[in-house]
């Protein structure tokens, strides 16, 4: 019955995920489909500058995500991850003071809380230290989202990563707890 519950959970788990990934990513590939549309027969300059942008900026993002999600689990100098937050979070204004590296599973939760606290908090600056990723002057917490980190199971596309959150915080041997400006991890 346990393996039943766990592969319901894991599929409804991934059916939250797929959507929050569609969703995240679906205005930057508008934008390059709709500048590429507009080229059609003649070559434009302005148009092709908005196809690099859009491409650029999707590339960014992807990387990020990929990184938040684990598929590129691995140990990031710091200045290289403070990179890789700015650049996938073009629209997002990111106040670095991590210091040092980002090892043993860190660079996969750093970006993973950086993306749902900038996605709850639009555009509002994020601040990144050792102890985690904050917004002034409060973050805002869904319930759904927020019943994740108290063990309730994901029921919406955020409350997803928020689960996909703590198993990352669990393997880089952390602890992941809400606060009214963010989410911290402690050992």
Known sequence: MASVWGAWLMSDVT???????????????????????????????????????????????LRLVRLALGAAEADMAGGALERLLKDG????????????????????????????????????????????VTVAPSCTWPDPVAAVFTGSPASCNRGSLAAMLLQAADRAGRRLATTPNGLTWSA
């Open 15 to 61: 059916q939250y995920l797929v959507r929050w990934l569609c969703h995240d990513l679906a205005t930057p590939i508008a934008s390059v489909m709709t500048a590429s549309e507009l080229l059609d027969d003649t070559p434009d300059a302005e148009i092709n500058e908005l196809i690099r942008f859009g491409a650029r900026r999707l590339t960014a993002r």
């Open 89 to 132: 979070l073009d629209s997002t204004s990111v106040d670095w003071r991590w210091e040092g590296d980002a090892t043993g599973g860190m660079a996969t939760l750093i970006a993973g809380c950086v993306l749902l606290v900038a996605d709850l908090n639009r555009t509002r600056p994020l601040a990144v230290d050792q102890d985690g």
